[in-house]
């Protein structure tokens, strides 16, 4: 009568396993570091629009652009890319040096760029008119707009482009009532004033003080902690801007940082995760899947789990955030053993443990009681099943 008995405990501890390997992703605690750190990462192999599609326990499945080619793929804990599919193409990006070129091509003269966060703003003649248009991140030229005439004095945006066109960046006006200009610049690490006349011409330049060096974007998490934005991990660090995302209060934000470290476009794109307790990282572990989870917490260096994924043993270094940065395979995850389950009782303080078994067993209710070998020690019926 013990065969059945014993093929029941199996069946049990089969279903536990497989109910928690079932288990739906909570997609809190992140495998292989930060998704900002895997978006780096992708970045700095070349793909850029960058999206997460699915999170599972070992990988999680990103869309993203290379080249011309929309593709997705799977990024596994280990940094490990699977092979990509193309699922669509994917249209390139243009600099201000392009949508020059594109508007010269269609006609514009005396043309001045702004990039404001990867969409242009561009200021140029036409015939005798002055027109404002907007050029997208793929060059798309817009509706045109109007706003007077073209005369031989050049305004602001002329200034701009010209003293772009001789050096200078960073441009900001002081002053703009003719016959002449003012303004503040740039050139290297010096800032200048300059006096214009209403032709472009530097009449008078005058040192005033010292202008940033471009930014390295090994830096900018510690430039934008000094603006407010913590936990900043850079996700594109391809000039001429840069690309990163970090914290502001409780939310995500994704920012577009300039050569010189101005933010030029900030967006909310989630909540950030806070401050993890071990108590809190167990449950989300087990919400997530694994089981016979042990946390240990290492205080500013985050925790240390041991975890089982099915049949897996997993090490798993994790930081206060809940973003796993390494994990190391242990080997198989065995159940324990009566005797193992016992003994751990005994070390709570239970003193004369028994194990029974409840089933059904050819109609009938059953409990029976075991030893520590899973040998039968006593019977009682229950009543029907």
């Known amino acids: 009568m013990s065969r059945p008995l014993r093929s029941v405990i199996t069946g049990l501890a089969m279903v536990a396993i497989l109910s928690s390997a079932g288990a739906a992703p909570a997609q809190i605690i992140q495998l292989g570091g930060s998704e900002s750190e895997i978006k780096a990462m992708l970045s700095a192999r070349g793909y850029d629009r960058i999206d997460v599609v699915e999170r599972g326990l070992s990988s999680t499945t990103y869309q993203a652009c290379l080249g011309t080619d ?13 092979s990509p599919d ?18 010269a ?55 701009v482009a010209r003293l772009e066109a001789e050096g200078y960046d960073r441009v900001s ?8 200009y003012v303004a503040h610049a740039c050139s290297g690490t010096v ?31 510690a430039l934008l902690a000094r603006k407010g934005i913590e936990r900043a991990v850079v996700t594109d660090a391809r000039p001429p801007r840069f690309r ?29 995760q806070p401050e993890l307790t071990a108590a809190q990282l167990s449950a989300l572990l087990r919400d997530q899947g694994y089981s016979n989870v042990r946390v240990t917490d290492n205080g500013a260096n ?10 897996r043993r997993s090490e798993l270094l994790i930081n206060r955030y809940g973003e796993v940065s390494r994990q190391v395979a ?6 324990p053993t009566l005797r193992e389950v016992i003994a751990r009782f005994g070390e709570e303080g239970v003193r004369q443990a028994r194990v029974y078994v409840e089933g059904c067993e050819r109609g009938r209710r059953v409990r029976v009681e075991i030893d520590e070998y899973g040998e039968i020690r006593d019977r009682e019926r229950l009543g029907g099943c």
């Open 86 to 103: 193309r699922i669509g193409g994917c249209r390139p990006f243009v600099d201000e040096a392009q949508v020059r070129r594109l508007l």
């Open 302 to 311: 985050g925790f240390l789990a041991i975890v089982c994924e099915g049949n």
């Open 330 to 335: 242990l080997g198989p995850c065995a159940s």
């Open 173 to 180: 006006f002081q002053d703009r009532q003719l016959p002449r």
């Open 105 to 159: 091509a269609r006609g514009y003269e005396r043309i001045s760029v702004e990039n404001r966060g990867g969409t242009f703003i561009a200021v140029a003649c036409r015939g005798n008119n002055r027109i404002r248009v907007n050029v997208s991140p793929h060059g798309d030229i817009g509706p045109e707009r109007v706003f007077g005439a073209c005369q031989p004095e050049l305004a602001p945006a002329d200034i």
């Open 244 to 272: 990163a995302e970090g914290c502001r209060g409780g939310y995500k934000v994704e920012v577009t940082v300039s050569r010189f470290g101005e933010i030029l476009d900030e967006v909310r794109i989630g909540r950030c």
């Open 191 to 221: 800032r200048y004033e300059l006096v214009m006349n209403r032709f472009g011409e530097i009449a008078e330049r005058r040192q005033i003080g010292q202008c940033e060096r471009p930014v390295d974007p090994f830096d900018l998490p």
């Open 70 to 82: 929309r593709l997705q793929f799977k990024v596994y804990w280990d940094g490990r890319i699977g």
